[in-house]
């Protein structure tokens, strides 16, 4: 039994490496790849080389006849399923789902898209016949661009709709009540500029490819799958393959990152499931990187047009954002809703009068798109942290002043948005301050001054970016309210066992956050039990049978006080037992360090006395259960809105278009720390993916709809030695809306970074008379912005009042 | 199929294999040691890194024939008698890891980095042009820097 007397040392806030490690830095990971069950088959999967096309004929006598091979099924064998892939997010009632079968049946959608499976002995046997399917391909028009697409006669990507758009979404302040009119704001307005920005495909490329195992048990099954959401996941399989829920366990054991790559059902999923069940075997299939950069679905993918007005004095009067957002050929799980949760970030930190935004989701021979690291949020701060840079030059201000000018202050807090979201807590002035000085902002704007003057071939820029996301997500009723498929609340359970020590369980599934620990620190200053004693269980439905998943930074903003309310359950039935057994009234005992004390007395009994006396339950106060246990669910009332500032310094080579990141800061403030160390490190991997968005990676399909960056050699993921170390420090304004006052983290990074490094970017070629750079900011794009003009500048103000000095494109021909 | 004689993490193993066959499938699949990971079809990632006499390399660019007659240490046979390895022991403190997939080729990587480079405090610039060759998504490289500096100290002084 525990030595009760250990008080245990305040969790909270100790930058405690992670429990996680030992398995992982020993080589005893249990990835999904690393299982062999007996008797298991291994699948592959015959993929389409071909964008847009009818099948005539698929052919696979030959495979069926290789060694190894158990069958061959193509998308006519599982027609009982065909067309339902689920999509849970049907934004508009009108949205358009032409449907998505697992396997392709008459017509191939997007190049990669999966049209037979084999099932072999050996991966390479199944790998083998693979290659000896023949497929007879009819092609179709290929359908890339979202303009092009949403033409009058243009051709339809699926034949069972009547256009290649899925949904228009809007929104407008002005009837919402949240704001006033948006034309009404651009009619009188001073200045008024207006952007396009491109947020271009990426692939999530977590490092762990999809695997997925399947054991057919009865009625059910069993699926180990490298996946964010294992329970949404079972309710979805269930509903897809009319398989009884509570026969169907889902297993998510160590997972290689997410990223919200691993946030849908996938059609390899469920075919691995239909395929044991067919042959009543286990079957694996653990695909490619090729497959996965393919197949997996890809993020971002909008064009952005944003009109917004201000005042000459700088001050915005109006913003209006009109999307087009990339859905690929299919409905992900979420997809349609990625914009619309983006939706509400565009308005950011600024304190401006009138907003629309109008999205409209596309159809393309693509691959699907879904949530990738921010979902939407990342895409809403760009363009609005761009524009902001871009009606400074406008105004002939400096584009911090503007952003001071616009946004809300400390003492306004809480505020409402014009997109009518409540903004609980922020200090903006205390982040920006402090990440202006840990930078050395003014000692850098001095460096880029004197290069400019000396016309240098090495221009240094400097960029901006502040930002806010919701996290916490979140709210079950403002789910509904966007036709969401699910709540957003999250369950936990706590049970004390007879030895003193804890199981927590959790909805939440992590895949690399840390959350055992974190969660675990919590739990021990919540319960004052030794850390050491906790043990936290999530990621299987058969011991975490409810949940709602790892997205959208709402583990510790929601399950964490979901663990939270669960331990204030277990207390509350511990202080009646100790009351019962210590003969005094529940008022009067103190509860501290796991111990419950008559005040006044040195009488008491630890938590851990308490849970061993309701296993033994010889002597329980009349009627009370034995067993000290307790659940406890929680739905957020509000989202969480961390925030921060991330400044840049660039440095670019005239002669060549060479971008190097020379200097990176970033403040953000996520409320309370649970854990520094591991904010840290999310912060760090966050960066890194923004920066790379602004410089390196990018999915790019050629003419035929063919990915030419099918592999890692040519879909630039950044190494080790394409980035700086960063300098990163918080703030902290604790979050009101949840009793640990904590606000997320996961994605603040990457949000940020991408438009600070761009500002940056821009800054150093502003000077060139270019005011914008399509991302990413290759070497190429870059030369030839500066000595060519060649595509990156964008029409200066629409109507304008103000001066504006060294924004004009009038000497850049054939922009 | 060829007959190989291969020594993993002390073990010495005689298998037939396919003369296709990888080194890391082999370990994986035929050796079940599945801490060595695969990440990618084009040796770029370096998931599946392991040292083959001494020396890191991308076990998916060696055919396990190649690795006949040969010594393999994989992450599973660093740790001796239970006490993790210096580096092993800083990408924990360092929280140089959070999901953990890259985790195995970058700690052989970053070993075989530390060993080649010689010093005991390698420059940060040394350490990120060391490991350039494999990929970590979820890091941003800043504590596995940190991690590799860290151990480069430790692993002089005690000789690992």
Known sequence: MTAVDDHPAHEVGQARPRREDQHLITGHSTFVDNMQLAGMLHLAFVRSSMAHAKITNIDVSEAQGRPGVHAVYTGKDFAEVQGNLPCAWPVTPDMVNPGYPSLAIDQVNHVGEAVAVIAARTKAAAEDAAEAVLVDYEPLPVILDMEEALAEGAPLVHANTTSNKSYTWAFDSGQAGSGGNVDDAFSGAEVKIKRRFIQQRLIPSFMEPRSYVVQPEGEGLTLWSATQIPHILRIMLSLTLGLPEHKVRVIAPDVGGGFGGKITVTPEEVITALVARKLGKPCKFTESRSESLVSAHHGRDQIQDITMSATKDGTITGLDVELTANMGAYLSLVGPGVPVLGAFMFPAIYKIPAYRFTCHGVFTTTTKTDAYRGAGRPEATYAIERIMDEMAAELGVDPLELRRKNWIKHEEFPYTTVAGLTYDSGNYEAATDKALELMGWDALKADRDKRRADKSTKQLGLGISTFTEMCGLAPSRVLGSLDYGAGGWETSSVRMLPTGKVEVVTGISPHGQGHETSFAQIVSDQLGVPYDDIEIIHGDTASAPRGLDTYGSRSLTVGGIAVVKAVDKVVAKARKIAAHLLEASEDDLDFAGGKFGVKGTDKGLMIQEIAFAAFMAHDLPEGMEPSLDSEATFDPENFSFPHGTHLAAVEIDTDTGQVELLKYCCVDDIGNQINPLLVQGQVHGGLAQGIAQALFEEAVYDADGNLTTGTFVDYTLPSSADLPSFITGSTYTPATSNPLGVKGVGEAGTIASTPAIINAVVDALRQYGVNDIHMPATPERVWRAIHSGFGDTQPAAEQTTAHTEGTSNSDRSGS | ?160
Do not use: W
């Open chain 2, 1 to 160: 199929m060829p007959k190989i004689s291969v020594t993993v993490d002390g073990v010495t193993n005689e298998d037939d294999v396919e003369p296709r066959q990888l080194l890391v499938h082999y370990l994986r699949e035929t050796l079940g040691k599945t801490g060595t990971l695969v990440g990618c079809d084009t040796s770029n990632c370096g998931a599946c890194t392991v040292h083959l006499d001494g020396k890191a390399v991308k076990s998916c660019t060696v055919l396990a024939v190649q690795a006949d007659g040969s010594d393999v240490l994989t992450i599973e046979g660093l740790a001796k008698d239970g006490v993790l390895h210096p580096m092993q022991q800083a990408f924990h403190e360092k929280h140089a890891l959070q999901c953990g997939y890259c985790t195995p080729g970058m700690i052989m990587a970053s070993i075989d980095f530390v060993n080649t480079n010689g010093k005991s405090d390698p420059t940060e610039q040394e350490v990120r042009e060391g490991i350039e060759g494999n990929l970590c998504r979820c890091t941003g490289y800043q504590n596995i820097v940190a991690a590799v500096q860290y151990a480069a100290k430790t692993m002089s002084s005690t000789g690992a």
